[in-house]
């Protein structure tokens, strides 16, 4: 019987260089709510290299762009980490460094339980909803598609 995690992707383009004065204060938060992620109930995986973050993987042309992806068991455990944990008001100060996205930043779909997704895969489906909108390869917290039935 074939079952599914939710993936998602979200991007950010740092108002500067990553090692830079105004992104400090972020970069002091990476570990910290990295580490309560991976506790978080739920979570399944995260993109990281072998310094633990994911801050140096790219996978845009813009060096500036901050990529992070992850799996989790479902749609509200993934939920519960972003908005009801001490990663909300670090998401708060987004604005202080990261630039105002002017088209979608963040997208969500359905993958086998087991698989990992890859960058490639996560940009085309970030994409996909840009130009197409929500659907149930490409969607969003707020245009959810369900959870394909398990065969």
Do not use: C
Not at 129 to 140: I, K, M, N, Y
């Amino acid at each position: 019987m074939t079952e599914y995690h939710l993936a998602q992707l979200n991007i950010a383009k740092a108002v500067d260089q990553i090692d830079s004065d105004t992104l400090a204060p972020f970069v002091a938060l990476l570990d910290d709510i990295n580490a309560l992620a991976e506790a978080s109930p739920g979570f399944v995986w995260r993109l990281k290299d072998d310094t633990g973050n994911a801050t140096a993987i790219g996978g845009f042309e813009d060096p500036r762009m901050i990529v992070n992806m992850s799996v989790w068991q479902g749609v509200e455990p993934l939920m519960d980490f972003v908005y009801r944990t001490a990663h909300t008001p670090v998401m708060a100060r987004r604005r202080e460094w990261f630039e105002v996205m002017s088209s979608a930043y963040q997208v969500l779909w359905w993958i086998e339980a087991g698989a990992l997704p890859t960058i490639a895969e996560a940009r085309e489906r970030l994409a996909q909803l840009q130009e197409q909108g929500p659907s149930e390869r490409a969607f969003t917290f707020k245009a959810r598609y369900p959870r394909p039935l398990a065969v």
